[in-house]
């Protein structure tokens, strides 16, 4: 029988730095940055150990990539790809003493570094007339049920008992083109969506179109979010008695709300399939008040954006997640915990940018976020990519499955939104539940009955 033999050279951090790496995603998180962070929290350690500060970073992150698996199978995983390099392994306590040593900052610091708007070619699909479109919202996380936790965590009230878990309230700021995270706060579910959207206008800048729903659309915080200079399209009810000031030509009209000067829009969006007719009012506020510039239609149309942070959150809860409550079983631990797992949700938000970005016109909407995240975990288990060569490649390994795996073009929503969670999961959605694929069309009609 004819043999072949297969060998490759892996490239990593010598001696008990090895292990410290991310695989192909390691050019994004690179040693040197990892090492800077760490002297700048004062997080290096003072004698090499076993576990060296490096190793623990990248430890953390890795373990946001393989959520279902404890530390000590994660470092299995870190350094699978090593052989024959010999390397001790680490007990659980060891690991855990580690991370407790290693402390937040150093995380909180490294999150601050990565986030922001991903660099991208493709304007068309990122930017709308000269406007980055933005979104704001919140999510629920469960934590373990641990003392520790149960001490800064509660849990929530409700019928049949309330929630299992202790939760904690995230809410997170992103782009609407790549879904990259601008900046997220989390706090105890006592804490409301509004107070986190304060400290989230921190990082609204001019230039920046911030989309939001009717949670949102408060008089004090529609002052704060327009006191950064960036612009607004904030959905709010129907019913709410705002001043006519002044009529547009098409069909919008202008108003104030707690001294701000805005523009409201009154719309009626019907979509049409041939399973049916579905129509609904909305009405939204806006601080772009030229209707020439910044049609009432147009605006309507993009408010649709906002969504994408409804798929963001999925793609951390359920693709990352799998659904599992935080492991961590200390507030110090979820603190790390939640801050790894933003970090490795930009990075491979960044990395599916870059391969998008290989190909003009592609738009990033059609990068699959499964896609790169199996391909991450592939790479790190052989340890791959760890150190690049001279000419970087910017699409990568993982980059090229994205690239060979599009998703097709994003399909118009037809059905309003349902709760995906019920007591039993057999009933989730309802007993019946409709699969099909319908063609569908809708049109916008902007109301102008006097307010």
Not at 105 to 132: E, K, M
Not at 339 to 351: C, D, K, N, S, W
Request: with cysteine.
């Amino acid at each position: 029988m004819d043999q072949i033999a297969i060998t490759r050279t892996v490239t990593v951090a010598a001696g008990p730095f090895a292990p410290g790496h991310l695989g192909e995603l390691t050019r994004l998180v690179p040693f040197e940055m990892v090492d800077d962070v760490l002297t700048a929290t004062r997080g290096t350690q003072r004698r090499i150990r076993l576990l060296p500060a490096r190793v623990v970073v990248y430890l953390l992150l890795a373990g946001c990539l393989f959520t279902e698996l404890g530390y000590r199978q994660v470092w299995s995983k870190l350094v699978t790809g090593l052989h024959p390099v010999q390397l001790r392994t680490p007990t659980a306590s060891a690991l855990r003493q580690a991370r407790q040593r290693l402390g937040v900052s150093p995380l909180r610091a490294l999150f601050d570094l990565l986030r922001g708007p991903a660099a991208t070619s493709a304007l068309a699909a990122v930017w709308w007339r000269g406007l980055l479109p933005v979104v704001i919202d919140g999510t629920i996380l469960s934590v373990a049920d641990s003392p520790a936790n149960l001490g800064r965590y509660v849990k929530q009230r409700g019928n049949n008992g309330g929630s299992g878990y202790p939760t904690l309230r995230l809410s997170a700021l992103l782009t609407c083109g790549t879904r990259s995270v601008l900046d997220a706060v989390f706090d105890p579910i006592t804490t409301g969506e509004l107070d986190q959207a304060q400290r989230l206008a921190r990082s609204l800048r001019a230039g920046m179109l911030l989309l939001a729903d009717r949670n949102y659309a408060a008089a004090d915080l529609i002052t704060s979010f327009a006191a950064t200079g960036a612009d607004l399209l904030i959905r709010c009810k129907t019913g709410r008695k705002l001043p006519l000031i002044r009529r547009c030509h098409d069909g919008s009209w202008l108003s104030i709300i707690g001294g701000q000067p805005v523009r409201i829009i009154e719309a009626r969006i019907s979509i049409t399939t041939t399973a049916g007719h579905h129509t609904g009012d909305y009405r939204l506020i806006t601080t772009l008040l030229d209707p020439r510039r910044y049609p009432a239609t147009d605006l309507v149309r993009l408010y649709h954006e906002r969504w994408e942070i409804e798929t963001a959150y999925l793609e951390l809860k359920s693709t990352i997640l799998g659904g599992r409550v935080l492991r961590a079983r200390t507030p110090d631990g979820i603190d790390q915990e939640i801050h790894a797992l933003l970090i490795v949700y930009q990075v491979l938000r960044t990395a599916m940018v870059d391969a998008t970005d290989s190909q003009p016109g592609l738009d990033p909407d059609r990068a699959s976020f499964t896609t790169a995240l199996n391909a991450a975990r592939d790479q790190i288990v052989h340890a791959a990519g760890v150190i690049a060569d001279t000419t970087i490649d910017l699409v990568g390994t993982i980059g090229e499955r994205v690239l060979a795996n599009m998703l097709p073009d994003r399909r118009i929503r037809t059905k309003t939104r349902m709760i995906k969670r019920s007591n039993s999961k057999y009933q989730a959605r309802g007993p019946n539940i409709d699969r099909r694929t319908y063609k569908a069309t809708t049109s916008i009609n902007v109301i102008t009955n006097e307010p």
